[in-house]
């Protein structure tokens, strides 16, 4: 039976939002939702967050923390995410829930289902391509799409992919693209942890370092070859990796084989990034594809300068060789050979630093995603009225 907002208990204050995601591991989209909560307007707005994967359930913490509520309905595979509709629909009742916000595709397509049988509106963001999905989830995504009232992307990247793969007027979509806390991401901001002393790396030395998930369109792999090309020329280079995933033992084996494990430091899954961050000169990813990362926002927030690939709607943070280096998506190893070029050069190098922290300060704010978020929010909810 559909119910709409009339069945609301009068006098509430705050409106209920739910948030439902795959999962809470430390991925970017996930590290979104705890960084945002602590902008939102909490008076306003009671944020619920509902996921699937309890093994994935790393940023759970930090969302409490910022006063979320988090719930898992444990579910191994895609199908059983679907049958939880039910579920769900329970729960938007039992908490009066009056607007639901999706996170990646098979979020969307239960949330949607879960839309249509409540009569609660739902927003959804779209963090990647879909040329990039599995052909299954891009199918249920496309079918479900049109059961939604309004799309998020991340990127202008995001949002031309949707338009030439959904080639329809509705559902709106409007480009809001990812922030990140600048104030929290700042080298101005004490830090007690010194990684360079920590690993005995000296201070006036390079460190060139990235964060991420060890997912296949890192090309890690690529990453490291580039590391190796890079320490041939300048063998007093350090290289972090900070992260964790299905790819670790290959990884690992990959700079046996470069024989890089002396100079490369694997970090592992960390969870305050910043000590990390610190300690890197630059931040470079190799990346096959992205929407928007949050890892990059982060490391030039904190002063890092960026060399990447132009994957995704990373063009639209980097302007090559002014807040950073950037080198086509298909050769991810001319990277070696523009870092190799301006690693003598530590005044470039020190410039650009100075314009990438400068770029996510004025253009990528949490603040400002958050307010672009609530305004999407207070339209949704004013025509429900």
């Not at 898992?72 to 009066?96: G, S």
């Not at 090309?229 to 995933?245: E, M, N, Q, R, S």
Request: hydrophobic content about 40%.
């Amino acid at each position: 039976m559909l119910f709409t907002r009339k069945n609301y208990p009068a006098g509430d204050t705050a409106i209920p939002v739910l948030h439902i995601i795959k999962s809470l591991g430390r991925g970017g989209a996930e590290l979104l939702l705890p960084e945002s909560l602590g902008k939102h307007n909490k008076e306003k707005y009671d944020f619920h967050y509902l996921y699937f994967l309890p093994w994935k359930n790393q940023v759970v913490r930090e969302i409490e923390q910022a006063g979320g509520t988090v719930v898992c309905f444990p579910a191994k595979n895609n199908v059983q995410i679907v049958l939880k509709v039910r579920k769900i629909v329970a729960y938007v009742k039992t908490h009066h829930i009056q607007l639901i916000h999706c996170h990646l595709p098979w979020a969307g397509i239960v949330g949607r289902l879960v839309g249509r049988l409540t009569g609660i509106p739902v927003v959804y963001t779209e963090h990647n391509k879909w040329e990039r999905y599995h052909r299954l989830t891009y199918y249920m995504n496309k079918l479900s799409f049109r059961s939604q009232q309004y799309v998020i992307a991340v990127s202008g990247e995001v949002a031309r992919s949707i338009k030439t793969h959904y080639r329809h007027e509705k559902p709106g979509i409007q480009v809001v693209q990812n922030g990140i806390d600048t104030d929290k991401f700042s080298l101005r901001r004490p830090i007690e942890r010194d990684i360079r002393k920590e690993l005995n790396i000296p201070a006036h030395v390079t460190v060139i370092g990235i964060a991420c998930v060890f997912r296949p369109q890192k090309r890690l792999d690529a990453w490291l070859e580039i590391a190796s090309l890079v320490h041939k020329k300048y063998p007093d280079t350090y290289f972090i990796i900070a992260g964790d995933g299905g790819l670790r033992d290959e990884m690992h084996q990959k700079a046996r084989t470069l024989n890089m494990k002396s100079c490369v430091y694997f970090a592992g899954l960390q969870t305050d990034i910043k000590p990390w961050l610190k300690a890197m000169d630059i931040f470079m990813m190799s990346s096959e594809f992205e929407g928007l990362p949050i890892a990059l926002l982060e490391a030039m927030s904190m002063g890092c300068m960026p060399a990447c690939t132009d994957a995704g709607g990373i063009p639209e943070v980097i302007q090559d060789n002014i807040n950073g280096l950037l080198v086509p998506v298909n050769n991810p190893l001319q990277l070696a050979d523009r870092l190799t070029a301006i690693l003598p050069h530590r005044d470039q190098v020190e410039a650009m630093k100075q314009a990438a922290r400068e770029t996510v300060v004025h253009h990528f704010s949490m603040q400002k995603m958050v307010t672009h978020l609530e305004n999407i929010y207070d339209n949704l909810l004013a025509k429900e009225d």
